[in-house]
């Protein structure tokens, strides 16, 4: 057994001698030990015992000193004593700082293992060549107006860059400030303890902090006397990718060796919701990816791969995930198979390939999947198709029956690099989706294969996009309605090129006929005139005889 204590239990700043900012005092340090023995022996022996004294152990300065040093003591039953002259020098900057002195003891020179136990043997504390350790701590004298320093601290706590309810992942860091004031006496070895109702990893602290997973404990202002008026403020940055769970309660308590005024103001909680939420894209790949169900005969196979990311920013954790399959579809008026059989499924996720079961189903998908309609998917190669009306059919109509593929993931985070994928060769009939196309030459049909997360405990918000495309480009002119076309068009022409021939509208004359033709015409129009002349003058002639 080892104990210390001084003559003094604490420097009185006010009895000290003091020059200018020193601080100088001198006392005593009594070291008491001696051992107990357990059991029934009556023998008495000595031990010796490697001993280390530090001085001012919770400081960076040196203030206090021995005259002697302290290397061996020798240990009996009866209690023995020596005394250290301590000599204090500091300076009035550091006396808000405890002096604590510390004394490591060690039993040596002791065989107890690996021999038999002697009578002069010992084992201290059942543990052979254990370490021990006391300490005490002498203070400086309070600066306050009574006895007992009546201090008024208060806490408050502000949330910096996020709030009550906050998205897991959603944040990388969490940024909480503490303000710390004392209105009331001097306020001595004040301390924040800062409690955390899960593990969180501290990414910055105030330098007077220390942590494990679950609190922090800052020694404010350094341990430093805490003044009346005197504001301090510690900040903390939490690591956001580390929560889990519903809830994060944070909760910090201030103290002192003082007396406080109001207990309540000392303590601060913030009780933190925690909500999931992702973003989810599925991407269809389709082998063949389109169908033109007038040319395309008999069962054709396709080979699919749905990739499946998560955009984050929240983990999607221990939920059971369904592939539907549309396979038929039944409105009461119309009823055909879309996808007549499910050859193969296989499910990856990186390296790890995920059981399943299959089953059909005949309830419409819960999803809030966004699917993505023609026009905006990746069939660049049918723009000749962009003008026609789109009927979009999958598990999210209730005239749709489907199939079923589910599997469970334990955690699906956000990560580009490693997606879902979910390979899967699939049997199509495209002759019967003939009752689908009441208008030929205006409608096709974009069948969708979609991926539900079934139960999840986070939100999710999904996009799909990428389909099985059918459509009809008619069944074609017959060559009968060509060739009668081609014969009335040359019949038409040849009695048109005739017509013209009559009226002479092919025939060519030369600079010279045109121009005997021209004077044949002028004697004639001369002959006419002359003519009606002289048959005008024989009228008039006649009358007047």
């Known amino acids: 057994m080892v104990s210390m204590n001084t003559t003094k239990s604490q420097i009185n700043l006010r009895n000290v001698s003091a020059g200018n900012d020193t601080v100088m005092d001198e006392f005593e340090l009594e070291i008491c030990y001696q051992y107990e023995?357990?059991?029934?022996?009556?023998?008495?022996?000595?031990?010796?015992?490697?001993?280390?004294?530090?001085?001012?152990?919770q400081s960076s300065v040196i203030r206090a000193t021995t005259d002697s040093d302290l290397k061996l003591l020798r240990f009996s039953t009866k209690k023995q004593c020596i005394r250290k002259k301590i000599t204090v020098n500091t300076s009035f900057y550091y006396v808000d700082i405890p002096i604590v002195f510390g004394l490591t003891y060690k039993l040596i020179n002791q065989k107890t293992t690996g021999e038999q136990f002697c009578d002069s043997c010992a084992i201290l504390e059942k543990t052979p060549n254990t370490i021990n350790f006391v300490k005490h701590s002498v203070v400086f004298g309070k600066e306050c107006d009574n006895d007992d320093c009546r201090v008024d601290m208060k806490l408050f706590g502000e949330l910096r860059n996020f709030n009550t309810s906050l998205v897991v992942n959603g944040t990388k860091s969490l940024e909480l400030m503490y303000k710390i004031t004392n209105m009331g006496d001097v306020a001595y070895a004040t301390k924040l303890n800062v409690n955390f109702s899960q593990n969180v990893k501290i990414l910055k602290m105030n330098g007077y902090c220390e942590s494990t997973d679950v609190i922090m404990t800052c020694s404010i202002n350094n341990g430093r006397a805490l003044r009346n008026n005197t504001v301090i403020v510690v900040n903390v940055t939490l690591d956001g990718s580390t929560l889990m769970g519903d809830q994060l309660v944070i909760t910090a308590q201030l103290s002192s060796s003082g007396k406080e005024i109001e207990d309540a103001d000392n303590r601060h909680t913030h009780a933190i919701e925690l909500k999931r939420f992702s973003e989810v894209d599925v991407r269809g790949l389709y082998n063949?990816?389109?169908?033109?169900?007038?040319?395309?005969?008999?069962?054709?196979?396709?080979?699919?791969?749905l990739i499946v990311e998560n955009l984050g920013p929240s983990n999607i954790q221990n939920t059971t995930v369904s592939v539907l399959i549309p396979e038929t579809f039944d409105n009461g008026a119309r009823s055909c198979p879309l996808i007549e059989a499910v050859k193969s499924v296989k499910i990856l996720n990186g390296e790890q390939e995920f059981t399943f079961s299959s089953s059909p189903t005949t309830h419409s998908s819960t999803s809030q999947s966004n699917l993505k309609p023609f026009n905006e998917s990746t069939h660049s190669n049918l723009d000749f198709l962009r003008n026609k009306q789109e009927v979009i059919l999958s598990c999210h109509q209730a005239y749709v029956r489907c199939r079923n593929v589910t599997f469970f993931i334990a955690d699906f985070i956000p990560s580009p690099q490693i997606p879902l994928q979910i390979e899967l060769e699939l049997d199509v009939q495209p002759k019967a989706l003939l009752k689908l196309f009441p208008d030929e030459d205006n409608t096709l049909v974009s069948l969708f294969v979609t991926v539900d997360f079934v139960h999840a405990q986070t939100e999710i918000h999904q996009s799909t996009q990428g389909s099985i495309v059918f459509y009809r480009t008619g069944s074609g002119v017959p060559m009968w309605v060509y060739v009668l076309s081609v014969l009335l068009g040359a019949l038409i022409l040849a009695v048109i090129t005739h017509l013209l021939h009559k009226r002479q509208f092919f025939k060519r004359m030369t600079q010279s006929d045109m121009e005997e033709k021209l004077t044949r015409e002028n004697s004639k129009k001369v002959a006419y005139t002359d003519g009606s002349v002289m048959m005008i003058c024989d009228s008039t002639a006649n009358i007047l005889a």
């Open 288 to 305: 063949p990816s389109y169908f033109d169900i007038d040319k395309q005969d008999g069962t054709s196979v396709i080979k699919s791969k």
């Open 37 to 57: 023995i357990v059991g029934n022996s009556k023998m008495d022996h000595e031990y010796d015992f490697e001993t280390t004294l530090s001085l001012d152990t």
